[in-house]
T-cell receptor
Framework: GAGVSQTPSNKVTEKGKYVELRCDPI?????LYWYRQSLGQGPEFLIY????????DSGLPNDRFFAVRPEGSVSTLKIQRTERGDSAVYLC??????????????FGEGSRLTVL | DQQVKQNSPSLSVQEGRISILNCDYT??????FLWYKKYPAEGPTFLIS?????DKNEDGRFTVFLNKSAKHLSLHIVPSQPGDSAVYFC????????????FGSGTRLLVRP
């Protein structure tokens, strides 16, 4: 497709389980971002990839969260030992270059994670 | 510590009238500001932006105003249409982290027919 694709669109899991969320960016976009949107809040930055490497992972809340982008395209956000507070919509975005000015950042529809 | 604040969680206006959405920020290092629009079950989509060197940017029915001294920006939509009903997020970037957007909590706009 032409846009950023995220799977699954919805994920319900139990506390303590492991979860993987996938993001397929727009073809050719070298920059990829993960954001998290909790209920009633705006998106919060988690991690930014330039190519295969995580250039900034300062937004990851703790070491239960990890993200990879092994071939510089698809990225996977991994959450270990999920907690109820991890429930949120996880948004992926991509851009042609690092700067996000002038609307160059394109978001996917998000993966809604519910931890029971 | 919220660096970008949208103090009005919701706004309701009549079709054809002006919608004004407000946003305040605290970080003087921000040099670029954007508005995103979000429909339910969709990702945010870019609407309009403004650089800190300007005080106004207009695109069709949408105008963004920036008051740097007050650290305040606003989005004006005129005339408002029912299809504009959505959640609007203000976002900012700047300094060494031009790739990172700091979002406000959003304002839900309802345009009544």
């Amino acid at each position: 497709g032409a846009g950023v694709s995220q799977t699954p669109s919805n994920k319900v899991t139990e506390k303590g389980k492991y979860v993987e969320l996938r993001c397929d960016p727009i073809s050719g976009h070298t920059a990829l971002y993960w954001y998290r949107q909790s209920l009633g809040q705006g998106p919060e930055f988690l991690i930014y990839f330039q190519g295969t490497g995580a250039a900034d992972d300062s937004g990851l809340p703790n070491d239960r969260f990890f993200a990879v982008r092994p071939e510089g395209s698809v990225s996977t956000l991994k959450i270990q030992r999920t907690e109820r507070g991890d429930s949120a919509v996880y948004l992926c975005a991509s851009s042609l270059r690092a700067s996000v000015t002038a609307g160059e950042l394109f978001f996917g529809e998000g993966s809604r994670l519910t931890v029971l | 510590d919220q660096q970008v604040k949208q103090n009005s969680p919701s706004l309701s206006v009549q079709e054809g009238r002006i919608s004004i959405l407000n946003c305040d920020y605290t970080n003087s290092m921000f040099d670029y500001f954007l508005w995103y629009k979000k429909y339910p079950a969709e990702g945010p989509t870019f609407l309009i932006s403004i650089s800190s060197i300007k005080d106004k940017n207009e695109d069709g029915r949408f105008t963004v105003f920036l008051n740097k001294s007050a650290k305040h920006l606003s989005l004006h939509i005129v005339p408002s249409q029912p299809g504009d009903s959505a959640v609007y997020f203000c976002a900012a970037s700047g300094g060494d982290s031009s790739y990172k957007l700091i979002f406000g909590s959003g304002t839900r706009l309802l345009v009544r027919p």
